[in-house]
Nanobody, 125 residues
Framework: QVQLVESGGGLVQAGGSLRLSCAAS????????MGWFRQAPGKEREFVAG????????PYTDSVKGRFTVSRDNAKNTVFLQMISLKPEDTGVYYC??????????????????WGQGTQVTVSS
């Protein structure tokens, strides 16, 4: 069974940090570029960060640049999202997903096919 499972979310004060994990089973993450998305209440799911198969390209949305870092450990079949200096506007459900397009990282959800169930991140002011 192909599955992505996110973990590491929680409630944190503004300025705090969290590290999200995305563990895969039934597929080999090193075959995929991976994206992290988030969805705030009442808003569309948005691209936050991504990482290509080799790990040497990691695009970020402007609002998280300098605060979020995406990485991967192919030996552990896991992708990570390190988040520091969190802000209340970072609140939402965070999802990881596999790109449909080989090494590319499309900026929209339609470019991804396998999704995790999401992990809630809540940042209080």
């Amino acid at each position: 069974q192909v599955q992505l499972v996110e973990s590491g979310g929680g409630l944190v004060q503004a300025g705090g940090s969290l590290r999200l994990s995305c563990a895969a089973s039934g597929l080999t993450l090193s075959d995929y570029a991976m994206g992290w998305f988030r969805q705030a209440p009442g808003k569309e799911r948005e691209f936050v960060a991504g990482i290509v198969r080799s790990g040497d390209r990691t695009p970020y949305t402007d609002s998280v640049k300098g605060r979020f870092t995406v990485s991967r450990d192919n030996a552990k079949n896991t992708v990570f999202l390190q988040m520091i200096s969190l802000k209340p506007e970072d609140t939402g459900v965070y999802y990881c997903a596999t790109s449909k397009w080989g090494g590319r990282l499309p900026p929209t959800t339609s470019g991804y096919d396998v999704w995790g169930q999401g992990t809630q991140v809540t940042v209080s002011s």
